[in-house]
Nanobody, 124 residues
């Protein structure tokens, strides 16, 4: 499975941004999809995940209530809508996939496939 994230950029605090992750190869609907981020000098952090059919989602505590993950299986794409952005959200955002039909603890899985990442910079 190949993943290509896009949609990053420079925004101001309080703005919104939507990331996309287009996939190719594999059977998209058999994968749970996740978003992770890595800020400069910090470890990679779980952001959000969605199960194979979009019915269940999981979020990291820092983004709860501000970010929304969704997917379109027909387009083989997963999205991350980010609202009320702050400087703390500045990071490279990566999308990832794992072959599972599980509905729970999606942030705890060992994701198998990773995209290259897209940079989000939030100015304060």
């Amino acid at each position: 499975v190949q993943l290509q994230a896009s949609g990053g950029g420079l925004v101001q605090a309080g703005d919104s941004l939507r990331l996309s992750c287009a996939t190719s190869g594999g059977t998209f609907s058999s994968y749970a999809m996740g978003w992770f981020r890595q800020a400069p000098g910090k470890e990679r952090e779980f952001v959000a995940a969605i199960n194979w059919n979009g019915a269940n989602t999981d979020y990291g505590e820092p983004v709860q209530g501000r970010f929304t993950i969704s997917r379109d299986n027909a387009k083989k794409t997963v999205y991350l809508q980010m609202n009320s952005l702050s400087a703390d959200d500045t990071a490279v955002y990566y999308c990832a996939a794992v072959a599972t039909y599980s509905d729970y603890d999606l942030g705890q899985y060992e994701y198998e496939y990773w995209g290259r990442g897209t940079l989000v910079t939030v100015s304060s």
